[in-house]
């Protein structure tokens, strides 16, 4: 952050404090702030890039985040292009997720759920939906792929509500990418990245040893990302034109599980197979093994194949079990292409019209290959089954062995080793613009723009093995009967499916390759989301009417705003997944707005500037009856020239579209229902009436559902699931206040510090119901809200639906401080010999709060300092990124930048209630090997260096210690990581080693 003078070493720059003074953030050396007048200002030009200055006009663009006055705002972080070129333009959202502001997320780590697929910006960790996204000062969808990283000139991320001056969504704040539309010349940017790491841990490599696990390679190398960027343009009309085209291409090549020895196989924190009393103090590898004989449940016994492929069982054995490389995705294989254009023109000295056009699409490709077992739970096998050997029918059906119209029941795990579920996500965006604008007088703007994208999903997954979907075709290919010497499936026979392929699961040497075709699914979906907005703004000064305080110098400023938003989501569903909704719904709003900035005093000792500002906004959606109020305020104070202070208030709301428009898709699974009766050999208690009647069951329910056998040993019991969009939601709302610092002392040049408080409190939180705790709060906790999920039959009592569409159920409250500090010494000099410059940046970020509850009435909870469970990913209470950036005498920069995270403790040993509840029957409330994770710190180096006045070349290096991150065991312990760690914070794939070139062709 800077007043004034935005400091080289660092990435980070926030505008000048200097009254009027613009937001721009300066790259490779400080500059004094430039004067911004209404409707006039300077403009940069990047020597890189040979932007063309605006010629035959004397009007320029002047991008302002927060606010459509054109004058700056405090609280607004300004990330330069220096991050870029330090950290990677391929992967915009990775790049900012070392900013201590941005929330890191998994991007392209993980291989098949398609909700992974874009690449999100997630301000202060209220998630991606509460952070709005522009483009040059205008909506777009938050994903960033459509972004060119290497035309991006700055970020401004603004923190808090901002719904007065944007509308729905900018809850968590507003991150702006400002990109260049003007060239006079070709460059070419290109990049290579590739992750390497040392596989030397003696922990992991007696583990793999010890499970029988293969051993990866001593150094690993792969996951190569490419990624280049055409960009060229040429003036026109003398000047008064300009005509600006680019094209990019990246690919990332998939990673996998058997690369690293972290994670070549899934962590355990109990021996295997896992006891029936997890104690969580055991590492062990699990999950990548099968059994080539497979698991019979027939009679009271387990059973398996016999080796020499006669059709006859023996008991089940261990040692049968092979171990296996994980040849899952740790990261997807990734295509994009993008490209557009600008088109820049100034109609006369005084407007200009210009459109874009931007495209891009993408292809991700997961891979899920684990030898996975399919399990067949209690199917119905004729006793005269001709694929049943005479010792496995007499085992399965005792004395009715043989014998026609007769079954035995079947549970089974079979294996497939050569398993491969392969996903594929398919993007396409386009977004189309125009713009035109200008200066009515010299206290008078205006800009007028409307815009159209459109968003296409789709995503399609082959060799599905879901229970709920396949279970029909495994008990249709079971039931076998004999036609004249050939095993043929019943459903053939009578003509209910005549592509059943018997299920030969008997012998060692099945089953038919063939099968798998059958009892596997293809299945996929598409989503389409379309935006249309239209805007009317004018903004400007009252001094023409001479309206303006007695004692200040500057105006009354002022901005009008009218637009219009139209909204479409349509979604479907094929194959394995036929079950989700379809639907095609919309939704518009019409909103009118303004903002007033009323410098009140100027110039006077102690007053630099004292000014307050506002804005209001009203929203009338077609869905809803009463119009929106937004609203915000705000005080800017400048003591003296480098000492000021600043404070807002805003309301903001989120009006959602998917959340809303999206129909429910009803699935069938089974609940925990503690009132009902669970199944034989139990050893849980049925909960008593007095326990129940809280939940609003009656007692003639009770009684009746005393009857009831459907539900299994555990108390899981078949119920429809009804998640989805709520066609009732209403919007949230959010209240934030932010309160800031900012100090450039004359005795310390190019030296600037900020400090900002921020407290974000939204209410009526948009939730998706966590079925897995709607039991446990509905009869242990007794929170109404989760009660009325829950639907009964009225006259069995058994439950038959549960609610788990979107709510506004709950709150999210966050709140802390941001710290950044900038030094820049542009001559160090030893004695007489100059040593070049040197830099110094540092943004750190506080949590001080951070609360949250799912419902009304239920218990409010903390995740701040917690990892796991509930609380899912890490949450530090302090991260912090800081640079140190050396310009050396010669030519070239150094830069070394230090990412740290503190550390977090297990979320089962919080003194918070919600988080360390009751553990379930067959686990502990102790985690020895988890109880915290430690802090965390990586390095990075960079190098940049101009071969001449039009080529620099680019080197960096990402952990550069290699650091291995720390183990997190899941599955049996449900903490919620992924790669046995948590890789949204902590680099789970060793070095990223990039080089890349920026030259100037003409």
């Not at 292009?81 to 997720?97: M, P, W, Y």
């Not at 053939?492 to 699914?521: A, E, I, R």
């Not at 917690?866 to 005498?889: E, I, L, N, Q, T």
């Not at 290699?962 to 449900?974: E, F, L, R, S």
């Amino acid at each position: 952050m800077c007043l004034g003078v935005c400091v080289a070493g660092g990435a980070f720059a926030s505008e000048p404090l200097s009254p009027g003074a613009s937001q721009d953030a300066t790259e490779g050396q400080p500059a004094p702030a430039e004067k911004v007048k209404a409707g006039k200002a300077k403009k940069k030009v990047d020597k890189k890039e040979d932007a063309s200055a605006e010629q035959g006009s004397d009007i320029a663009e002047v991008v302002v985040t927060g606010s459509r006055i054109r004058r700056s705002r405090p609280g607004v972080t300004v990330v330069n292009s220096d991050l870029l070129s330090t950290r990677g333009a391929g992967r915009l959202d990775d790049t900012l997720s070392a900013l201590p502001q941005v929330a890191p997320m998994l991007g392209e780590k993980g291989s098949n759920d398609p909700r992974l697929g874009p690449a999100r910006i997630n301000l202060r960790r209220l998630g991606a939906g509460r952070t709005l996204t522009l483009l040059n000062g205008e909506r777009m969808s938050n994903d960033v792929y459509i972004i060119p990283g290497t035309l991006v000139e700055r970020v401004d991320i603004l923190t808090g509500g901002a719904s007065a001056v944007y509308g729905s969504d900018a809850i968590a704040g507003v991150i702006n990418f400002i990109v260049k539309k003007r060239f006079n010349g070709l460059v070419i940017d290109s990049e290579m990245s590739t992750q390497e790491s040392t596989n030397d841990d003696p922990f992991y490599e007696k583990l793999l040893a010890d499970g029988g696990y293969p051993q990866p390679k001593k150094v690993a190398w792969g996951g190569t990302q490419t990624y280049t960027t055409i960009a060229g343009g040429h003036n026109i009309a003398g000047g008064k034109g300009n005509i600006s085209l680019f094209a990019g291409f990246r690919r990332s090549e998939p990673m996998k599980f058997s690369m690293f020895d972290r994670t070549a196989c899934p962590l355990y924190m109990n021996v295997q197979p896992v006891p029936d009393m997890q104690t969580n103090d055991t590492w062990s590898c699990g999950f990548s093994e099968y059994n080539p004989y497979h698991w019979f449940g027939a009679g009271d016994g387990g059973y398996t194949n016999a080796k020499d492929g006669s059709r006859t069982w023996r008991p089940y054995d261990v040692n049968d079990i092979v171990r296996t490389p994980q040849n899952d995705y740790l990261q997807r294989e990734t295509k994009t292409l993008n490209a557009g254009g600008f088109f820049t023109y100034n109609l006369t000295d005084k407007i200009t019209f210009d459109t874009s056009l931007l495209t891009t699409g993408y292809e991700q490709r997961g891979q899920n290959a684990q030898a996975v077992n399919f399990y067949i739970d209690g199917a119905d096998v004729a006793c005269d089954n001709p694929l049943l050997g005479a010792q496995q029918a007499q085992i399965l059906c005792g004395p009715d062995a043989g014998v026609a119209g007769k079954t035995g029941t079947l549970y089974a795990a079979i294996f497939r080793p050569d398993y491969t579920n392969q996903y594929n996500i398919k993007t396409y965006d386009v977004r189309a613009a125009a713009h035109l604008s200008g200066r009515m007088s010299s206290a008078l703007n205006f800009d007028l723009s409307v815009q159209r994208s459109r968003r296409t999903e789709k995503y399609l997954g082959t060799d599905i093995f879901d229970w709920w979907a396949t279970k029909d075709l495994y008990k249709k290919a079971l039931d076998v009967v004999n036609v004249n010497g050939v095993p043929t499936c019943r459903s053939v026979v009578d003509g209910s499916d005549p592509n059943c392929v018997p299920f030969d699961v008997f012998s060692s040497k099945g089953p038919n390759p063939d099968v798998w075709k059958y009892v596997t699914l293809t299945g996929g979906s598409r989503v389409i989301t379309e935006q249309f907005v239209a805007t009317g703004a004018i903004n400007g000064t009252l001094e023409t009417y001479g309206i303006k305080s007695p004692w200040a110098t500057d105006a009354v400023g002022y901005a009008v705003v009218a637009e219009h938003r139209w909204n479409r989501a349509a979604e479907e569903g094929s194959g394995a997944y036929s079950w989700w909704s379809r639907y095609d719904n919309s939704d518009s709003v019409n909103e009118l707005g303004g903002e007033l900035d009323v410098p009140l005093i100027q110039d006077v000792p102690y007053v630099k500037q004292l000014s307050i500002s506002g804005g209001y906004r009203l929203s009338k959606y077609k869905s809803i009856k009463d119009p929106l109020k937004t609203w915000k305020m705000e005080v800017n104070y400048i003591i003296v020239p480098g000492l000021g202070f600043h404070a807002s208030v805003n309301r903001a709301i989120r009006q959602g579209v998917l959340e809303r428009l999206q129909q429910a898709s009803p699935y069938s699974g089974t609940f925990r229902d503690y009132c009902a009766p669970p199944g034989p050999g139990s050893n849980l208690e049925r909960y008593s009436y007095t326990q129940c009647s809280s939940s609003g069951m009656t007692q003639a329910q009770y009684d009746a559902l005393s009857n009831y056998k459907a539900c299994d040993n555990n108390g899981y019991c078949p119920v429809l699931y009804r998640p989805g969009g709520n066609p009732n939601l209403q919007p949230e709302t959010s209240d934030s206040t932010t309160i800031g610092l900012a100090f450039q002392p004359k005795f310390l040049p190019n030296f600037n510090l900020t400090l900002d408080y921020y407290d974000i409190n939204v209410k009526g939180a948009f939730n998706w119901v966590r079925t897995g705790i709607v039991a446990d709060q509905c009869y242990n906790q007794h929170v109404d809200f989760y009660c009325g999920l829950i639907k009964r039959d009225p006259t069995t009592g058994a439950v038959t639906e549960i609610n788990a569409m979107y709510q506004n159920s709950g709150f999210v409250r966050n709140k802390g401080y941001d710290l950044s500090m900038n030094y820049y010494i542009p001559a160090l000099k030893v004695g007489d010999h100059a040593l070049g410059s040197l830099g110094l940046a540092y943004n750190g970020s506080f949590l001080t709060g951070y609360d949250q509850a799912f419902a009304p009435g239920a218990p409010v909870y903390s995740c701040l300092g917690y990892f796991g469970f509930y609380c899912d990913a890490p949450w530090p209470k302090y991260r912090h990124y800081a640079s140190a950036s050396w310009g050396m005498p010669w030519k070239g920069r150094l830069t070394l930048a230090w990412r740290y995270a503190s550390s977090t403790t297990n979320s089962k040993l919080a003194p918070n209630a919600p988080l360390a509840s009751a553990p379930s029957w067959n686990n502990t409330d102790s985690y020895p090997l988890i109880p915290k994770l430690p802090a965390s710190s990586y390095f990075d180096l960079a190098l940049n260096y101009p071969i001449t006045k039009d080529v620099e070349l680019r080197f960096n290096v990402q952990n550069l210690m290699d650091k291995t991150p720390p183990k997190v065991g899941y599955a049996d312990a449900g903490s919620g990581a992924w790669f046995n760690t948590f890789p949204q914070l902590y680099d789970a794939f060793g070095r990223t080693i990039r080089v890349g070139v920026h030259a100037k062709i003409w």
